[in-house]
């Protein structure tokens, strides 16, 4: 019988309901896309600042400075001295390295020159003090200590820059979320517009679907899956791209600042295990959001358009 | 007697601000009748047939379905009321990118059944309506008169308790239109009942079945 005959043919899948290929789709597709590899990117640089900065603050704060002046009447080779027998006398403090009037002079050739006018200057001699981070020195009444018995001599603890360095952090870490946030928002109209357009352009199926009795929960489900698909392919793609241009900026890149970009994308990248675990896994949150921000207003929408429509 | 499956009472219609397309008309359909329902072009058979279907709502007068007034039925039940009704368009509205297998298993499709649960119904049906063979061919390549009998399939395959069809044989050739009128007779054997609107008066004839007349919007002969 013909009917046992093809029966072999239709025991496949049943198809699709809602066509595969939609042009409104086609658009959401590289519009996702771009919005993923944005987001991979912000996550990326915010990343990168939040470890510059957690590396600078750990630096500055495993260390403190000792300035002597030298003033009138008073031997700054004496003070010098004096500072360094009381740091090396107080609990908590591991080493001390005296500045000499060449390196001190050193630091300030960058902006004064080389030339007479550093030996004429009175240049202010440094002790850096490395501290025990575990264990650290009671820091107000070694100020305290200094500056009772070696007036032209002062305590800085870096604290200053450390709050700023901190305070920096958090104005990226909330311009960063700003940025994904209105990534997340411009997904959202884009899938609510998408949708609309979708169903528009499947107005006769989802009417005949009604017809024969569906619900509006099994037309949405079938919306869905054309969402699902569209958005995650979009989300690896982008995520993907994403993390290529940090690769590339790695092998290729480079400020050759203090700060190089592609060191930071090294680290960020092919870091230790503990840091990089992170990074791969907000960047693999990526295409999840974007894909569930996909479903959910998708079906939010279909509801809503349904609704109206019937 | 039971509550009738289709009853109308004084219904008009109109779309927009045009005339009325529909005037007071009045009729019951009982369980398991079958009725054809007649008239010229425009006369108003697709209109009440769409109202049958819930695709538009009167604009006065009151219809019951299965003794429920549509007009007061949530939004929400009228998936499980149209369940209950088989509908062959005159247009066919078949789901061009869908096989002829899936468009008329898709009543069944849409109640969540499984393909391994309709496929053997559905190949049966296929195989009475003749287009076994073209069970994994696309509607666009199909002819008139085979699209016709896939949406008759597809009407009949969820054994619905009301079939309503719009010109059903208005596509196929005199034998194929006496066997698709035997399988609505089979159905309305067990129980469905039926309603066709055709302006055939050759098949109004063979089937000998009761007639209404619509003339201009109203309905002049109910028998």
Request: no cysteine.
């Given at each position: 019988m013909s009917a046992v005959a093809t029966l072999g043919e239709t025991?496949?899948?049943?198809?699709?309901?809602?066509?595969?290929?939609?042009p409104p789709l086609g658009s959401l597709m590289i519009a996702m896309t771009v919005m993923c590899y944005l987001a991979t990117l912000a996550i990326g640089a915010l990343l990168l600042v939040n470890r510059t900065v957690a590396g600078w603050t750990s630096e500055l704060s495993s260390e403190v400075t000792v300035q002597v002046r030298p003033l009138d009447k008073r031997n700054v080779k004496a003070d010098v001295a004096q500072v360094k027998k009381i740091l090396l006398a107080t609990r908590g403090v591991k080493s001390v390295d005296v500045y000499d009037r060449a390196r001190s002079a050193a630091l300030l050739q960058p902006w004064l020159g080389k030339g007479a006018i550093l030996e004429d200057l009175p240049i202010p001699r440094l002790v850096t003090v490395v501290i025990d981070r575990s264990a650290p020195p009671d820091f107000a009444a070694l100020a305290k200590t200094i500056s009772s018995e070696v007036p032209s001599a002062s305590l800085d603890t870096h604290r200053r820059w450390q709050a700023e360095l901190t305070r920096l952090a958090k104005a990226f870490q909330w311009l960063g979320l700003a940025i994904l946030l209105l990534i997340g928002g411009a997904a959202v109209l884009l899938v609510v517009k998408t949708t609309r357009a979708a169903l528009e352009a499947n107005r006769e199926i989802v009417e005949v679907l009604h017809l024969v009795g569906a619900r509006d929960h099994f037309i949405a489900r079938q919306v869905e899956r054309r969402f699902l698909l569209t958005s995650l392919r979009a989300g690896i793609a982008g995520t993907i791209a994403g993390l290529l241009t940090f690769v590339i900026v790695s092998l290729f890149g480079g400020l050759g600042a203090p700060l190089d970009l592609a060191q930071a994308s090294r680290g960020l990248l092919f870091g230790p295990p503990e840091t990089s675990r992170l990074v791969y896994l907000l960047v693999m949150l990526v295409p999840i959001i974007a894909t569930l921000i996909s479903l959910i207003t998708a079906r939010l929408s279909v509801l809503r358009i349904l609704h109206e429509i019937a | 007697m039971g509550t009738p499956v289709i009853r109308f009472e004084n219904v008009g219609l109109r779309y927009g601000k045009g005339p009325e397309v529909l005037r007071d008309v009045s009729f019951e359909m009982e369980q398991g009748a079958f009725c054809m329902l007649t008239g010229a072009s425009g006369a108003g058979k697709t209109s009440l047939l769409r109202m049958l279907f819930l695709a538009s709502r009167p604009t006065r007068g009151l219809i019951s379905l299965f003794g429920r007034d549509i007009a007061t039925?949530?939004?929400?039940?009228y998936p499980t009321l149209r369940r209950r009704i088989g509908v062959v368009f005159q247009e066919f509205r078949?789901?061009?990118?869908?096989?002829t297998f899936d468009n008329v298993a898709l009543p069944l499709r849409v109640t969540g059944k499984s393909r391994s649960a309709y496929r053997g119904d559905v190949m049966e049906l296929l195989n009475w309506v003749g287009l076994a063979d073209h069970?994994?061919?696309?509607?666009?390549?199909?002819?008139g008169g085979e699209k016709q009998r896939v949406a008759i399939a597809r009407a009949v395959v969820a054994k619905p308790d009301l079939l309503l069809a719009d010109?059903?044989?208005?596509?196929?050739?005199p034998a194929m239109g006496l066997r698709l009128m035997k399988l609505f007779a089979e159905l309305n054997r067990f129980g469905t009942t039926v309603l066709i609107a055709t302006h055939d008066s050759h098949l109004i004839e063979r089937t000998g079945m009761p007639v209404m007349q619509l003339v201009k919007g109203e309905l002049r002969h109910a028998a």
């Open positions: 025991q496949r899948r049943p198809g699709a309901i809602i066509p595969r290929i939609q | 039925l949530p939004r929400r039940d078949l789901i061009d990118h869908l096989t069970a994994d061919a696309l509607p666009p390549v199909l002819s010109e059903p044989t208005g596509n196929v050739d």
